[in-house]
């Protein structure tokens, strides 16, 4: 008889990883579908940084490595933080590890448990109330709308602490909207968060180097609250290395002991020959990150063009990242012959199925109202798509 815990039973399947499935199944049908739905650059990995891992092969990397990582990779995440950043952090207080999902997992369930809260700005990525659920943990939703640009207000964030608030989580630019955080709107935050010493961050800044707003600004800036916010980030997006997993956090050091305890006894450390290869992406050339995020700006500009030309989809311009999250609720109660389009959910696997593209339900991020599009691909392929999906829902009536 299968019998499984609780614990697992309590988790929502992945709805962006679902739709990819399904999209891919469609295309071993021989259907072609543009897939939207991802969350990872479509460039390759940059030259120099796949020379240093064939390198750190023929030099026999290939042995366990502390459980944060390597030093000489932590030593490059201080320079990095130093150098992009103006933040001071030492070797011992970088976690390296199996992407930035591991990262913020490893700390909710470092800092949170049973009757603590985890505030969670929605729209939010889908798997941070997920993690909050495995730390038996409650997740609280701070709704933000398109109205205003999907980022939550210090009185939004007041209002909704309490004295069982534990952390909370700030993802600047943001998936799924591609919403950036400006240094005076951190600031505001960060005032706020001072007031509560119990109260800590988690600041995802994986998308740091996406965005179309000049320097990225950090919430770990703010002397007030530094010792009390933890920045999740890594080699992922910026430098086209999702399939490498390397990610890491910069914290307090009691955090990040804590951390590295509770890794030690999971997964220990990731992989050597992509600790190696994230080093060079971090100490090498930084044309390639700028070249990428040109790039991500030129399809920004095409593909809000695109939305807006497509009547019934309201859509703000995204300042990072490289998705847009247009608010389709206009579609909702509309049918195409027996089928009706009741929300976000359905319109998406409507457009996957009728219109041949491969987009995700805005209820799987905490808004219910918007879908989410992936621009990580071709130009050429995003014209085709965007008529495809005008087509698609002009029959709907």
Same mark, same amino acid.
């Given at each position: 008889?299968?019998?499984?815990?609780?614990?697992?039973?309590?988790?929502? !399947?992945?709805?962006?990883?679902?739709?990819?499935?399904?999209?891919?199944?469609?295309?071993?049908k021989?259907?072609d579908?543009?897939n939207?739905?991802?969350?990872?650059?479509?460039?390759?990995?940059?030259?120099?940084? @796949?020379?240093?891992?064939?390198?750190?092969?023929?030099?026999?990397?290939?042995?366990?490595?502390p459980?944060?990582?390597?030093?000489?990779?932590r030593?490059a995440?201080?320079?990095?933080?130093?150098?992009?950043?103006?933040?001071? %952090?030492?070797?011992?207080q970088?976690?390296?590890?199996?992407?930035? @999902?591991?990262?913020?997992?490893?700390?909710?369930?470092?800092l949170?448990?049973?009757?603590?809260?985890?505030i969670? !700005?929605?729209?939010?990525?889908?798997?941070? !109330?997920?993690?909050?659920?495995?730390?038996?943990?409650?997740?609280?939703?701070?709704s933000?709308?398109?109205?205003q640009?999907?980022?939550?207000? !210090?009185?939004?964030?007041?209002?909704?602490i309490?004295?069982?608030?534990?952390?909370?989580?700030?993802c600047?630019p943001?998936?799924?909207t591609?919403?950036? %955080?400006?240094?005076?709107?951190?600031?505001?935050l960060a005032?706020?968060?001072?007031?509560?010493?119990?109260?800590?961050v988690?600041?995802?800044? +994986?998308y740091?180097?996406?965005?179309?707003?000049?320097?990225?600004?950090? +919430?770990a800036?703010?002397?007030a609250?530094?010792?009390?916010?933890?920045?999740?980030?890594?080699?992922?997006?910026?430098y086209?290395?999702?399939?490498?997993r390397?990610?890491? +956090?910069?914290?307090?050091?009691? +955090?990040?002991?804590?951390?590295? @305890?509770?890794?030690?006894?999971?997964?220990?450390?990731?992989?050597?020959?992509?600790? @190696?290869?994230?080093?060079?992406?971090?100490?090498?050339?930084?044309?390639?990150?700028?070249?990428?995020?040109?790039?991500?700006?030129?399809?920004?500009?095409?593909?809000?063009a695109?939305?807006?030309d497509i009547?019934?989809?309201k859509?703000?311009?995204?300042?990072?990242?490289?998705?847009?999250?247009p608010?389709?609720?206009?579609?909702?109660g509309?049918?195409?012959?027996?089928?009706?389009?009741?929300?976000a959910a359905?319109?998406?696997?409507?457009?996957?199925?009728e219109?041949h593209?491969?987009?995700?339900?805005?209820?799987?991020?905490?808004?219910p109202?918007?879908?989410?599009m992936?621009?990580?691909t071709?130009?050429?392929?995003?014209?085709?798509?965007?008529?495809?999906?005008?087509d698609?829902?002009?029959?709907?009536?």
């Amino acid at each position: 008889m299968e019998h499984l815990s609780q614990r697992l039973m309590s988790l929502a !399947p992945s709805e962006t990883l679902a739709m990819s499935q399904k999209s891919a199944e469609l295309r071993e049908k021989g259907i072609d579908v543009i897939n939207l739905s991802v969350g990872e650059p479509d460039f390759h990995t940059p030259e120099h940084i @796949k020379e240093a891992a064939k390198k750190a092969v023929d030099e026999n990397f290939s042995f366990y490595s502390p459980v944060p990582g390597y030093l000489s990779l932590r030593k490059a995440i201080c320079e990095k933080l130093k150098r992009e950043n103006g933040l001071d %952090y030492t070797p011992e207080q970088i976690v390296c590890s199996n992407g930035a @999902k591991q990262s913020v997992c490893n700390v909710i369930m470092a800092l949170a448990g049973p009757g603590d809260e985890v505030i969670v !700005p929605a729209p939010y990525w889908v798997s941070y !109330p997920q993690m909050v659920t495995l730390a038996d943990a409650k997740t609280v939703i701070v709704s933000a709308g398109i109205e205003q640009d999907f980022k939550i207000t !210090p009185q939004q964030l007041e209002e909704t602490i309490t004295p069982n608030t534990r952390i909370l989580v700030l993802c600047s630019p943001s998936n799924p909207t591609g919403s950036v %955080y400006t240094k005076e709107e951190l600031a505001a935050l960060a005032e706020v968060v001072a007031k509560h010493e119990n109260l800590y961050v988690v600041a995802d800044e +994986i998308y740091e180097h996406i965005n179309y707003i000049g320097h990225h600004e950090s +919430i770990a800036q703010f002397d007030a609250i530094k010792d009390r916010v933890v920045i999740v980030n890594g080699v992922s997006k910026g430098y086209a290395m999702t399939g490498w997993r390397i990610g890491w +956090i910069a914290a307090p050091l009691w +955090i990040a002991k804590a951390c590295n @305890k509770l890794q030690g006894q999971y997964t220990s450390g990731p992989s050597s020959i992509a600790q @190696k290869a994230a080093e060079a992406a971090y100490l090498g050339d930084q044309a390639c990150v700028g070249q990428m995020r040109e790039a991500f700006q030129r399809r920004r500009d095409l593909v809000v063009a695109l939305t807006k030309d497509i009547e019934g989809l309201k859509v703000n311009e995204p300042t990072g990242a490289f998705y847009v999250f247009p608010q389709c609720s206009s579609f909702f109660g509309k049918r195409n012959g027996d089928r009706v389009i009741n929300n976000a959910a359905d319109l998406a696997m409507y457009l996957l199925e009728e219109g041949h593209v491969a987009c995700v339900g805005g209820g799987a991020f905490g808004a219910p109202d918007c879908i989410r599009m992936s621009y990580a691909t071709s130009d050429e392929n995003l014209r085709e798509a965007f008529r495809r999906i005008k087509d698609a829902l002009a029959k709907l009536v």
